[in-house]
C-alpha cells in the first residue's frame, strides 16, 4: 500500500516532521499543499522522493482539517510483481539503493517491525 497525504497549508500550522531524531515545526506557507508519501514511492523513485515520520500538534487557534488518501497496489497474495528503483532514474552516478521487492513481503516485513520501529524502508536498502 502506498500511502499519501495532501493537506491545504494554511497558517494554523501544527505539522511536524521528524529531522536527525527531532520534531521540527514545518512552516506554514498559505495556499501551498503538503504531500507526505510512503515508504513504496521512496523506494521505487531511489530516494528522489523521500517518505517522513510526520505528525500533528493540535493547536486550539482553529479548527484543522487533514485528508489522508490510501493508493493500494492491489495486494493480493498471489501477485509477483517486483518492485524496485525505477530503471530510468538509475545510473553509474545514481545506482540502486533498494533491492527489489514484493509488495506482501514488503507490507509482512512493515507490520511485523511494530509501530516502534523507525522505519520498514530500512531494511530494503542495499
Known amino acids: 500500500m502506498t500511502r499519501a497525504k495532501l493537506l ?5 500550522g501544527g505539522l511536524q516532521i521528524l529531522h536527525e531524531d527531532r520534531w521540527v515545526d514545518v512552516t506554514p506557507t498559505p495556499g501551498a499543499f503538503i504531500v507526505n ?3 513504496l514511492l521512496q523506494l521505487v523513485s531511489n530516494d528522489r522522493f523521500r517518505s517522513v515520520e510526520h505528525r ?3 493547536k486550539n ?7 489522508a488518501c490510501f493508493f493500494s497496489t492491489h495486494f493480493h497474495p498471489a501477485l509477483t510483481r517486483l518492485y524496485g528503483p525505477v530503471k530510468e532514474l538509475l545510473s553509474d552516478e545514481n545506482p ?4 527489489e ?4 513481503d514488503y ?6 517491525i511494530g509501530l516502534d520501529a523507525k522505519t520498514a524502508i530500512s531494511d530494503f536498502r542495499l
Not at 96 to 99: A, G, T
Not at 107 to 112: D, G, L, Q, R, T
Request: hydrophobic share 40%; aromatic share 10%.
Open 8 to 12: 491545504k497549508h494554511h497558517q494554523i
Open 96 to 99: 540502486p539503493l533498494y533491492r
Open 107 to 112: 507490507i509482512k516485513h512493515y507490520y511485523s
Open 56 to 58: 500533528v500538534v493540535a
Open 61 to 67: 487557534a482553529a479548527p484543522r482539517v487533514s485528508i
Open 101 to 104: 521487492t514484493l509488495v506482501r
Open 37 to 39: 508519501i510512503g515508504d
